[in-house]
């Protein structure tokens, strides 16, 4: 891979990471003569290096009796970090009550908002006494179905404030998704807006809402409005009532007490609630931020989310270190195909996130622009999917050939990266930068063993954002089924990848059935719940197709007696969007005689995908329908 970016002394000696290893060396008389050897020490010696992490940032971490820094057990996911001890993710966020901007919202309809830090604890407060005020204490639950708006980071952090836990759904989520989701949590509250815009539409979605607040147990609701001038909703209306101006005590919790529940992609069945806690958060966000993306106090992160994604809550952190972020809600292509740099510049951002698919778009409008887009830009983020050599050597050359490209991957199951990148190492096109510090992350052949070659992405040791627990889960048989099925005692993560001779890492996709069009992880089972609603489908398997560097999203549908009707596939489409979302819909739809089976009654959504995409197919004896293959082998998907 060729060299795209290299770092200057300069940088390297104003970095985050360089200032981290310099109070190593004072307080810990550790010296490392580069990135790789600070790694291994840290995978090394955690109890050593998350307590350095806890104490450079200043996190205040309150000790009982007994504690310890680590409370090993046998068993990976029954090890805790910083047993015994208490904090709350939020402690960072109060002691900062400046008049430096917090919050930056732009919305599609063109609606600006603005808020401090001073403002933002106000409002954090404000919410936080009226959550009191309906008895909600630590440990019960507050959702919500919200675009990407300041109010909504305010709801969050004023539920954490108290120990009350959070999750949250993205507005352009249909009913039915919502109700897997917040049904399994029984909220106390939900807070939801009016309406949200999209393309350049305006969406309601309040017609749907006494369904959703009857199905997941009805809950209180509480309104707010999209960003507008005079904004007097409900919410807005508490944040200016003297009643609830008082400051609000901040709940010391436990390290491990839930902090959000992030959602599965739904492979099999209803989406998992993956419960992470306040402190793992708190150091992980603080470590990845701060250390390996270099945000500084004055630095502006303008991350292109819905806050139904973790890429939301990762984003939200950077509050945590008194910088600010810009929120943006609606296409990041309306009303034209400039609207993420225009976005950029318009915000003052000068460091931007985004989907790879995203930076793919910019990429295919700007293919003979003039250089240098986005002068101010100290650093291009991209996830969700692999980001392409050639994407990679357009930001450089079109965009900004000053900036650092971090491309950074892990997910929802650790709110938090695996991989992604370091200030004082370069950039190589195509290329995750490393190892994230802490994460003992390695590349596992079928048969657990490493490898050089292409192979499943493992972590050998555990970390303190990995799930506390999943919401319901008796005995953690889901937790224990989702990691350590494939390898004894080991995480496995889902992910195809290959370390490179620089010590980087290539992803080349997921190793198992989760669906990722765009970037956007889906799983398969939420639509497989819906197709129920059609009488006329027998069957259906819904799989992903390679192409353009991205994956397509493929279902084939086994018909009752040939009853399919002539519009079938605008009707899936229509369903499946309104009650799923838009990212569900099929890229095709393809009726087929037969869905290849296993013997035990599973649909094999690997085996077809590795046929349509001419992988190799090893083994079909596990197969109760072998013979059904045959009419995919036949299939030509592009055309």
């Not at 069945?269 to 931020?289: A, R, V, Y």
């Not at 139904?308 to 309306?334: E, H, K, Q, R």
């Not at 996709?509 to 939420?526: H, M």
């Not at 799989?543 to 002539?566: A, C, H, Q, R, W």
Request: charged share 20%; hydrophobic share 35%; with cysteine.
């Amino acid at each position: 891979m060729s060299k795209l970016f290299q770092p200057s002394q300069n940088q390297i000696k104003n970095s985050n990471l360089f200032a981290y290893e310099k109070f190593l060396n004072q307080s810990y008389k550790k010296q490392f003569k580069n990135y790789s050897q600070l790694w291994n020490w840290s995978v090394k010696n955690p109890s050593d290096f998350w307590k350095s992490i806890a104490e450079f940032y200043e996190v205040p971490l309150y000790a009982k009796k007994n504690a310890k820094l680590i409370q090993n057990n046998s068993q990976f996911w029954k090890t805790n970090f910083f047993f015994n001890y208490q904090t709350n993710y939020v402690c960072l966020l109060e002691k900062n009550t400046s008049n430096d901007l917090a919050i930056h919202f732009i919305g599609e309809n063109k609606h600006e908002e603005k808020i401090t830090y001073q403002e933002l604890n106000q409002r954090v407060n404000a919410l936080c006494s009226y959550y009191r005020s309906l008895k909600i204490k630590a440990g019960d639950v507050v959702v919500g179905y919200l675009p990407n708006i300041a109010d909504t980071v305010i709801a969050f952090l004023a539920a954490a404030k108290i120990g009350a836990v959070w999750s949250s759904c993205s507005s352009d989520f249909g009913s039915k998704a919502v109700i897997d989701r917040f049904s399994q949590l029984k909220p106390k509250l939900m807070v939801v807006a009016d309406h949200y815009f999209y393309n350049g539409k305006k969406f309601n979605y309040s017609k749907n809402l006494r369904q959703i607040q009857k199905k997941i147990g009805n809950p209180k609701i509480l309104k707010t409005n999209y960003p507008c001038k005079n904004n007097n909703s409900e919410l807005h209306k508490i944040y200016k009532n003297k009643k609830f101006q008082l400051s609000e005590m901040t709940e010391i919790v436990d390290f491990n007490h839930p902090l959000y529940v992030l959602f599965s992609s739904g492979t099999t069945g209803l989406p998992k609630c993956i419960t992470h806690g306040h402190g793992g958060s708190l150091l992980q966000h603080l470590k990845e931020l701060s250390l390996h993306t270099n945000v500084k106090p004055k630095d502006k992160m303008l991350f292109l989310t819905t806050c139904g994604w973790m890429m939301w809550n990762w984003t939200v952190s950077n509050l945590l270190l008194g910088s600010s972020i810009a929120l943006y809600d609606g296409s990041p292509f309306y009303p034209n195909k400039d609207r993420v740099i225009q976005l950029t510049k318009k915000s003052k951002s000068n460091m931007l996130g985004a989907g790879a698919k995203i930076y793919e778009a910019i990429q295919n409008n700007h293919r003979s622009s003039k250089k240098n887009l986005l002068p101010d830009l100290k650093c291009f983020i991209s996830t969700g999917s692999p980001l392409s050599k050639s994407t990679f050597q357009f930001i450089n050359q079109t965009l900004n050939k000053k900036s650092f490209i971090h491309s950074i991957s892990g997910g929802t199951d650790i709110v938090s990266c695996f991989m992604l990148g370091v200030p004082t190492l370069p950039v190589y096109a195509g290329e995750i930068q490393g190892p994230g510090l802490g994460m003992n992350i390695d590349v596992f052949n079928e048969k657990g063993k490493p490898t050089t070659q292409t192979g499943e992405l493992v972590c050998k040791t555990p970390f303190p954002s990995k799930p506390i627990y999943f919401w319901n889960d008796k005995n953690f048989k889901k937790y224990q089924s989702a990691y350590f099925e494939k390898f004894n005692n080991i995480w496995s993560h889902g992910d195809f990848v290959k370390k490179t001779k620089n010590g980087g890492y290539i992803i080349y996709g997921r190793s198992d059935a989760t669906l990722n069009p765009g970037g956007v992880r889906i799983g398969t089972g939420e639509i497989y719940s819906a197709l129920q609603n059609f009488p006329w489908i027998d069957d259906s398997l819904a799989t992903g197709y390679l192409m353009d560097n991205d994956e397509k999203v493929i279902l084939f549908i086994k018909s009752v007696k040939n009853k399919v009707p002539s519009n079938f596939t605008d009707l899936i489409k229509k369903h499946l969007k309104s009650t799923l979302s838009p990212r569900h819909v099929p890229w095709k739809t393809l009726i087929v005689k037969d869905i290849p089976r296993t013997k035990s009654g599973k649909n094999s959504e690997i085996l077809v995908k590795n046929i349509i995409n001419n992988d190799k197919v090893q083994n079909l004896g596990a197969l109760a329908n072998p013979e059904s293959v045959e009419e995919f082998r036949k299939m030509k998907i592009d055309e």
